[in-house]
């Protein structure tokens, strides 16, 4: 008889990526394994898991609306109906354990499989667990986590750490510099720099970067700059004075390239993207989002300057530093090779593995 796993969580791509790459690493291990997506109706992992070749269930469940107080008086109905959904899934397709990966549908899974008995693991992706988590890291089996000192928010006997799941386009990537400078139209010999906000983009990244567009021609450094959506045409047609030097983008594909072509990045602090760039090894620029959950970013951010694995720069400092900080460190080789070899000491493109196996464990 198949073993059967439910994967629960979801609402921005820190959280669906890291589950369909736990999700693809069963399967490798067990291929006759059953495995079942829970997440949130209307949020984004109900179109990427299927597209990932997954069956998901949807509930009906919501996050507490700080800006907007009149929208969560329906939510204590929303969290009942939700439970009473999960206790449906869990009553149906009887799996043998459930492993929650944040977002909003990892509280009501997790909270009726703890209370049915089902073993659960949690996948902590952040430096600072969240509140969600850390209530339900009470009653969880296991719970795999990305950084030290994770013990001030989980009981210690429980947790491992794994490392964060990595996209296998990025851990077996094959690209050599060259192939990935001429992929954006760069030239080899030249320091180039990648910089990026996530999908939607970040606008005090990309403001710092507009008004440093004339030093990047005058220093001879290139750029690789993906703007995301909101930001795109501004940058696009700032930057038409410098195309030989800055290339703009929406959204960038193929990270691996970007990555390979770059001496220095310029990016968030998400636990994703950090453990991406883990991997690649590469010298950091952290500019961790201020309104992120509890600040987590840079708590992320700070774990691993802690470590002299990267460089922070506050949000709202980063029009007034980033030309000298970058700028400095493109010049200074001692310290770009201190950062790449001391984030590379953080990375583990063999997370996904170890997290599955894990999952296994508690069957």
């Given at each position: 008889m198949a073993r059967k796993v439910i994967i629960a969580g979801g609402g921005t791509g820190g959280h669906i990526f890291p589950a369909i790459a736990i999700a693809n690493a069963l399967k490798k291990i067990e291929p006759g394994i059953e495995i079942l997506f829970v997440g949130a109706k209307g949020k984004m992992e109900?179109?990427?898991?299927?597209?990932?070749?997954?069956?998901?269930?949807?509930?009906?469940?919501?996050?507490?609306?700080?800006?907007?107080?009149?929208?969560?008086?329906?939510?204590?109905?929303?969290?009942?109906?939700?439970?009473?959904?999960?206790?449906?899934?869990?009553?149906s397709f009887q799996p043998n354990v459930v492993v929650g990966v944040g977002g909003y549908a990892s509280f009501p899974m997790l909270r009726k499989a703890q209370r049915k008995g089902i073993p659960t693991l949690i996948q902590e992706q952040n430096s600072f667990a969240g509140k969600t988590n850390k209530i339900l890291g009470r009653k969880a089996s296991r719970i795999c986590v990305a950084y030290d000192g994770m013990e001030k928010f989980f009981p210690a006997e429980k947790l491992i750490l794994t490392g964060n799941p990595v996209r296998s386009s990025i851990t077996q990537s094959a690209v050599t510099r060259p192939e990935a400078l001429k992929q954006f139209g760069l030239?080899?010999?030249?320091?180039?720099?990648?910089?990026?906000?996530?999908?939607?983009?970040?606008?005090?990244?990309?403001?710092?970067?507009?008004?440093?567009?004339?030093?990047?021609?005058?220093?001879?450094?290139?750029?690789?700059?993906?703007?995301?959506?909101?930001?795109?045409?501004?940058?696009?047609?700032?930057?038409?004075?410098?195309?030989?030097?800055?290339?703009?983008?929406?959204?960038?594909?193929?990270?691996?390239?970007?990555?390979?072509?770059?001496?220095?990045?310029?990016?968030?602090?998400?636990?994703?993207?950090?453990?991406?760039?883990?991997?690649?090894?590469?010298?950091?620029?952290?500019?961790?989002?201020?309104?992120?959950?509890?600040?987590?970013?840079?708590?992320?951010?700070?774990?691993?300057?802690?470590?002299?694995?990267?460089?922070?720069?506050?949000?709202?400092?980063?029009?007034?530093?980033?030309?000298?900080?970058?700028?400095s460190l493109l010049q200074n080789k001692a310290l770009t090779e201190q950062l790449e070899q001391n984030i590379a000491k953080l990375g583990n493109s063999n997370a996904d593995m170890i997290i599955a196996q894990e999952v296994l464990k508690l069957i």
């Open positions: 109900m179109e990427k898991v299927p597209q990932a070749g997954y069956q998901i269930e949807g509930l009906d469940i919501a996050a507490f609306n700080r800006s907007n107080m009149l929208k969560n008086l329906a939510l204590p109905f929303k969290i009942i109906k939700s439970l009473n959904q999960a206790s449906s899934i869990l009553k030239q080899e010999g030249k320091k180039t720099v990648f910089a990026f906000g996530g999908s939607l983009g970040a606008k005090s990244i990309s403001e710092a970067l507009k008004a440093l567009q004339p030093e990047f021609v005058e220093k001879d450094v290139q750029l690789i700059w993906q703007t995301g959506k909101l930001y795109y045409e501004t940058a696009k047609a700032a930057a038409v004075p410098y195309t030989s030097h800055i290339k703009v983008f929406e959204f960038i594909n193929l990270m691996d390239f970007a990555y390979k072509a770059a001496d220095v990045v310029i990016s968030r602090a998400g636990a994703m993207t950090i453990a991406e760039e883990c991997v690649a090894k590469k010298p950091v620029i952290f500019v961790p989002y201020p309104y992120a959950a509890e600040d987590h970013q840079t708590f992320n951010a700070q774990a691993l300057v802690s470590k002299q694995a990267g460089l922070l720069i506050k949000d709202s400092e980063v029009g007034k530093e980033l030309g000298t900080t970058l700028f």
